[in-house]
């Protein structure tokens, strides 16, 4: 006997060789974990990064946002004080006018009082050349008296006098208002549309000036009809219908036009004095602002390097801005030209950007933030708009007047706002780069580590494999006296013993091999005898069985109610039909008909099979002679039958009952008792009924008593009327696609079929059933009872 030990070197190491697949197993289980945990490190981090940003930008932009509602609320407010200042000057103004206006005899006094100082000289000189007239440039105010309000001696008319004289205290008010509150281009008097002066702050020799710029002025009939057309009407409509009126203020605002004696783009406000009845307007006072003082404040915005602030009408005009927002929005500048003043056009609606063209601007005093892309260089830049309407004004648009909210607008590029949000974001993606560089890194050197530990331990694990295949090598060239030695206790060492117990049982098999194949012959051929015994019994058990199957069957058909007998019940038609699932079916259905008294029932056995059709034999017999005892009570009916099958089932010891109800037919009623399938009544009129006897009884065969659980339901039946009593087998069989027939296919049947007679409605009903099962395998006896009142 050769004997191989395990050998004390490692061995080489080949890529087929039980330690390479070792290595690779191992070293792939490794590699799985530190993936694995390595995976779940860097996504660890990676999901705490984004959450980080995510936090960091989410807080950043609140605070950003909140920034800019702060900043341009506070702004709006600033420009309504802006123009709510210049409109309260406006107001003393016309209110003083007013005054004097209702009291003439003190506009009287005080123009009396005020010709007696020589710096308040109103002495009219007048321009036959330019015909018109105007007091002496040493006046504190201009008053300039048009040639269609003057005489043929060059004189004013006494409606122009008038005017003056209602308008003097505009020396002593003038001055002082201009000086005070924000800075005003000039504030003026016009007299009512058919005495028109005016009479201006500071001192300008304006009539030249509009005689230079606008050509035919000075020809009438009014100064409002020629420069202001509208406003002076839009006032009178207000005094006769006050629901016209836009706004709760009387004060009408302009749009921007270039103003005739300083050139510079303005605003004007107007306000109207009222006759002292104000049954009519009797003039107005105005301010010029300029859009310098607007555009200062809309310039004074100050959002990082690239925002800016803009002001603009309903209509998408842009009243203030500076250059580099009028550069950054696409604005194209235009002069529109009108009657008596030249406006200034420079739509939003016009702009070379289109999503600048296509803002919408608010429609409510909220705050509206709204983020844009702006084409710079060729490419899309991100852009934040906010957005927020001033108070509300009357604007007269060259025309009417209207209804007018600015809207004040700040612009700034995200990239700009969020810079620091970007910034911190770009060190949190690297700081997470390094990190998940680093785990990259262990988990590498931690990889070569456990690799270099497996090899070398991997020698030493399987050594006595090698010795086991050298010995398995040597035993397949039969060499049978081979055996291995291994020391230890580990699993390799049981393997060893248990190759050195099957090396001497195959070198004892095969010493004796020809002994233990004739024995092992000899059990065979005995076996064989046995089984050719056994399926000879078989056969002939089978054969016996098949008849006894055969006959019960028979015998359950033999005791089926026929044709002929159902023909003799008086004013019922009967037909029937029971199709079983196996040789002997497990349902039951009667017909009992002693004298006046029918009784039928249709009940189903639990299970199919010769068991349930020997209980169903039961019933029936037992059912025949109760009806030929004469108990027509159902209740007590019901009760004897249950009793006599429960003791039937205990003696033969099977499982089986059934479910079970009968109907009794008497003089157009039958009653109903016992549980079981649904019964369904199709009137004469098709009307149907659907009769649930679940509360009717109990299952036969269960319970020794079910008395109590009985109980009758009386249903009326009279010509034409049908019932109609199945088992679940028709409403449970199977078509090919796995749906039911069930129950509504079964009424909708009866219902085509209707007008037949019993047998007629039956076959119907079977036939529609079979057209639905087509080639799918019966599971279930079939059983369908249709009785029919004539």
Known sequence: MTVINQPASSGGFSLSSFRAKFVLVAGAAVLFNLLLSSGVAIFNVQRLSEDVASQVGEGLTSVNEEYLRTYIETTAQRADLLLDGVQAQLQTLSSTIQYLTDNPQTSAAIGESLRRDPTLSDQ?????????????????????????LLDQAGRPTPAAENEIEKSVIMDLLGPSLMATGSPKLQMYYIGSKAASITRSVPYSDQATTLDQIYP??????????????????????????????????????????????TGSMVVSYFIPIYTPDRSDVSGGVAVDLTLDQLVTLVESVNIAETGFGFLATSNGNVLATNQLGER????????????????????????????????????????????????????????????????????????????ETMTLGFVVSERDIYHSLISAQGNISEATRSIINYQLIVALLSLL???????????????????????????????????????????????????NKMAEEISYHTENLEGLVAERTRDLEKANLA?????????????????????ARKIQMMVLPKEDELGTVERLEIA???????????????????GSRVKVGIGDVTGHGLESGVLMLMVQS??????????????????????AIYKNIERTRTDKHLSLAFLDYDDNRVTLSGQHEEVLVIRADGTSERVETMDLGFPVGLESEIGPFIDTLEIAFTTGDFIVLHTDGV????????????????????????????????????????????????????????????
């Open 531 to 551: 089984i050719s015994t056994l399926n000879q019994r078989l056969e002939s058990e089978n054969f016996r069985l098949g008849a006894e199957l055969d006959i």
């Open 731 to 790: 409403t449970e069989a199977e078509g090919p696609d796995g749906s039911l027939f069930g129950f509504d296919r079964m009424l909708d049947s009866a219902l085509r079929h209707r007008q037949g007679s019993a047998e007629q409605i039956k076959a119907g009903i079977i036939g529609d059933l079979m057209s639905f099962i087509g080639t799918q395998k019966v599971h279930d006896d079939i059983t369908l009872v249709v009785m029919r009142h004539k």
């Open 328 to 403: 950054t929005l696409g604005l194209v500048a235009s002069d529109r030209e009108g009657q008596g003043v030249t406006g200034l056009d420079r739509s939003l609606r016009q702009s070379t950007q289109t999503s600048i063209a296509e803002l919408e601007l608010p429609g409510d005093q909220n705050t509206v933030l709204r983020h844009i892309f702006l084409q710079e260089d060729g490419e899309e830049v991100p852009y934040l708009v906010v957005l927020r309407q001033l108070a509300p004004t009357n604007l007269w648009n060259g025309q009417n007047i209207a209804a």
């Open 622 to 643: 037992v059912a025949r002679g109760l009806q030929e005892s004469g108990n027509s009570n159902p209740r007590e009916f019901l009760e004897v039958l249950n009793r």
């Open 576 to 594: 029937g039909y029971m199709s079983p699932a196996d040789e002997v079916g497990g349902d039951y259905y009667d017909v009992l008909h002693a």
């Open 449 to 499: 580590v456990v690799l270099a530990a497996i090899y070398a331990v991997s020698g030493r694990i399987t050594a006595g494999l090698r010795a086991l295949a050298t010995t398995a090598r040597r035993l397949q060239d039969k060499d049978y006296s081979v055996r291995v030695a291994i020391p230890g206790r580990d699993e390799v060492a049981a393997v060893g013993v248990a190759f």
């Open 216 to 261: 035919g002025h000075n020809e009438g009939p009014s100064f409002w009809d020629f420069f202001f057309p509208g406003i002076y009407e839009g006032w009178q409509s207000w005094i006769a219908n006050p629901s016209l009126r836009p706004t709760e203020s009387d004060i009408v605002t302009t749009v921007p036009y270039r103003d005739a004696t």
């Open 124 to 148: 009219l000189i007048y321009n036959a050349a330019a015909d018109w007239a105007q007091n002496a440039p040493t006046a504190p105010t201009a008053v300039s008296v048009w040639g269609y």
